[in-house]
């Protein structure tokens, strides 16, 4: 069965510094999205992309975050300037026109 | 704009007996619906989805939910809970446009107890 791949699974970094979290959708999919879980708390939807860019965000996808394809298998989302609230489960997912959103197994981005 | 409210935050449950895990949702659009679920420290896994035709949808390991739409709900059941059932419960809405984000409730943490 076609997975959502994403790594690293575990991602460490200083308060400040630049992330950058990959993911390697299903290669039919159309739809790209980024998702995010704090600790406890719901999964929150941070950004959807179609056709080479943005077409729906959230109000937590400020100018901190971009996304971007930058070959025709990858889908990454940087976090420029990193804060202790970005601490969280990053969740990529791809969907195609069945109506299938598929997940991968996640980021936990680390802040220190 | 979609909002999806999961009433029970934690439910409690003795193995071998049956178990409900609430779902509502408000939407002004045509909705499909959807519940994942998450076991600890994975990600999550699609469990059962209502698109379109029967009300009633099932998943393979024996957890079905019912579309209502005049109640706006689609609650998660399942007869007869296992241990490794113990897992949250997520439901999501989308729009039925291609593309349309998913929506998620705030889960439901299932822990079944022998």
């Known amino acids: 069965e076609p997975e959502v791949t994403q790594t690293p699974s575990h991602q460490v970094t200083q308060m400040g510094q630049e992330v950058i979290l990959r993911c390697v959708p299903i290669s039919n999919h159309l739809y790209f999205y980024w998702y995010r879980q704090i600790l406890g708390q719901k999964v929150e939807f941070l950004v959807s992309?179609?056709?080479?860019?943005?077409?729906?965000k959230s109000e937590i996808f400020d100018d901190q975050f971009s996304v971007e394809r930058p070959d025709g298998s990858n889908f990454t989302l940087k976090i420029r300037s990193t804060k202790l609230e970005d601490s969280a489960m990053y969740f990529c997912?791809?969907?195609?026109?069945?109506?299938?959103?598929?997940f991968g197994s996640g980021t936990r981005l680390t802040v220190v | 704009a979609q909002s999806v409210t999961q009433l029970d935050s934690q439910v409690p449950v003795f193995e071998e007996a049956p178990v409900e895990l609430r779902c509502n949702y408000s939407?002004?659009?045509?909705?499909?619906l959807f519940w994942y679920v998450q076991y600890p420290n994975q990600g999550l896994q699609l469990l059962l989805k209502?698109?379109?035709?029967?009300?009633l949808v099932e998943s393979i390991n024996g957890f079905e939910a019912e579309f209502n739409k005049s109640q706006t709900s689609f609650h998660l059941r399942k007869p007869s809970v296992h241990i490794s059932d113990t897992a949250e419960y997520f439901c999501a809405v989308t729009g039925v446009n291609a593309g349309n984000m998913l929506t998620f409730g705030g889960g439901t943490r299932l822990m079944v107890k022998p």
């Open positions: 209502y698109l379109s035709g029967s009300t």
């Open positions: 997912a791809s969907s195609g026109n069945s109506r299938s959103y598929t």
């Open positions: 992309f179609y056709n080479n860019e943005i077409s729906e």
């Open positions: 939407s002004s659009v045509s909705v499909y």
